[in-house]
């Protein structure tokens, strides 16, 4: 899910919901939903083709736009289970979870190209994270949060390969000093 609040932009928010309809629409997605209020605009769009349930392509999106001009927030939800649940359940047990995982990246970077979409549309100036979507008002910005999630991930890796290898002795063991459990 991409989420984010855009302050002082002379930008409607009906504009930024039509923006992300019409993205949507030239996607081959459907509208199946539209809640229009005072300052919240919120859709669900869909593609239900025999392609789609077979291959677990994203099928849903869920998109809200709530605010003001020069005060608002974005939010856009890629999926590919939505109310097809049982599906991708299947396909998971049929493929020992190797065709989720493919749906899964497939929704994520569908949804990270729409975003870029989008913020490019809000604000061409700003930087998309292509990890996680934050946004950064420059490369340098962009370039040191890119450095911290990389530090995290060698941290990880390398707790992982100290205790990963040992299993669930060495998980249980992580406790044990000297013999003794704490």
């Known amino acids: 899910m991409r989420r984010y609040g855009f302050t002082e932009r002379d930008v409607k928010p009906a504009d930024v919901y039509e923006n992300i309809k019409s993205l949507l629409q030239g996607e081959g997605f459907k509208v199946t939903s539209e809640e229009k209020r005072d300052g919240y605009l919120d859709l669900h769009a869909r593609k239900s083709s025999t392609e789609k349930i077979i291959l677990g392509k994203v099928r849903d999106v869920d998109a809200v736009v709530a605010g003001t001009v020069g005060k608002f927030e974005v939010q856009l939800h890629a999926g590919f289970w939505g109310r097809d649940l049982m599906v991708p359940a299947i396909e998971g047990v049929a493929t020992l979870g190797a065709a989720p995982a493919v ?50 991930q060698q941290q990880a890796a390398n ?8 299993g669930m ?8 000093m000297g013999g003794l459990w704490i």
């Open 103 to 152: 749906q899964l990246h497939e929704a994520h970077e569908f949804e990270e190209r729409l975003w870029e979409q989008v913020v490019a549309k809000i604000d061409p100036s700003l930087k998309v994270c292509k990890l996680d979507g934050m946004l950064f008002k420059t490369q340098e910005e962009l370039d040191k949060h890119l450095q911290a999630i990389q530090l995290a």
């Open 169 to 176: 002795m060495g998980l249980m063991g992580i406790g044990m």
């Open 159 to 166: 707790s992982t390969m100290m205790y990963g290898g040992l």
